[in-house]
């Protein structure tokens, strides 16, 4: 299986702060990776697919990048309507593998 | 508007079964792999099954947990999408949601408790 380390598992940052969060793959998966943000008690929310591209409707402000085996996900400017979990997925081998999570506070 | 809603959740003891149901609206779902997606309490997300288009015969991918106890079907009729979950275990317990490939839709889930 495909092991996703996410780095790191919990950040503390400040309103306006530009924040990084990365994905590391255990093997490459080319661009096949997702980013999703979950609220508490909300379902799982898609961001980014294809490591790059930005879901429909989802503000300019969070960006994917990376190929093969390193990732990152940015929020450009943090504001208080980001604290959720994020998650990386890879979908280019079964088992289809998530990241263990970043919880992002402010 | 994508739609995806799950039901059939509930309390199951151990060793029974469930079957649990997504209804989806607003998109091509016949156009789609269908993927259930799973939750414990307070814990990561876990990716359990999917089941292909027709084009590709239906055919269907499984965790290593749940393969053999858990399958995965469509009627492409009435839009839906299912989980037929036998020989449930404790380690089961958790929101069941489905999705389409990559993820791009979530219903709001079903909570499966085994006890």
């Known amino acids: 299986d495909i092991q996703m380390t996410q780095s790191p598992s919990s950040l503390s940052a400040s309103v306006g702060d530009r924040v990084t969060i990365t994905c590391r793959a255990s093997?490459?998966?080319?661009?096949?990776l997702a980013w999703f943000q979950q609220k508490p008690g909300k379902a799982p929310k898609s961001l980014i697919y294809?490591?790059?591209s930005l879901q429909s409707g989802v503000p300019s402000k969070f960006s994917g990048s990376g190929s093969g085996t390193d990732f990152t996900l940015t929020i450009s400017s943090l504001q208080p309507e980001d604290v959720a979990t994020y998650y990386c997925?890879?979908?280019?081998?079964?088992?289809?593998?998530f990241g263990q999570g970043t919880r992002l506070e402010i | 508007e994508v739609q995806l809603v799950e039901s059939g959740g509930g309390l199951v003891q151990p060793g029974g079964s469930l079957r649990l149901s997504c209804a989806a609206s607003?998109?091509?779902?016949?156009?789609?792999?269908m993927d259930w997606v799973r939750q414990t309490p307070g814990k990561g997300l876990e990716w359990i099954g999917r089941i292909r288009k027709k084009t590709n015969s239906y055919t269907t991918e499984y965790a290593a947990s749940v393969k053999g106890r858990f399958t995965v079907s469509r009627d492409d009729s009435r839009n839906s999408l299912y989980l037929q979950m036998n020989s449930l275990k404790t380690e089961d317990t958790a929101m069941y949601y489905c999705?389409?490939?990559?993820?791009?839709?979530w219903g709001q889930g079903t909570l499966v408790t085994v006890s």
């Open positions: 997925q890879q979908y280019t081998t079964y088992p289809i593998t």
């Open positions: 999705t389409p490939h990559r993820g791009d839709y």
């Open positions: 607003g998109f091509s779902f016949s156009d789609h792999y």
């Open positions: 093997q490459g998966i080319s661009n096949y």
């Open positions: 294809d490591a790059s």
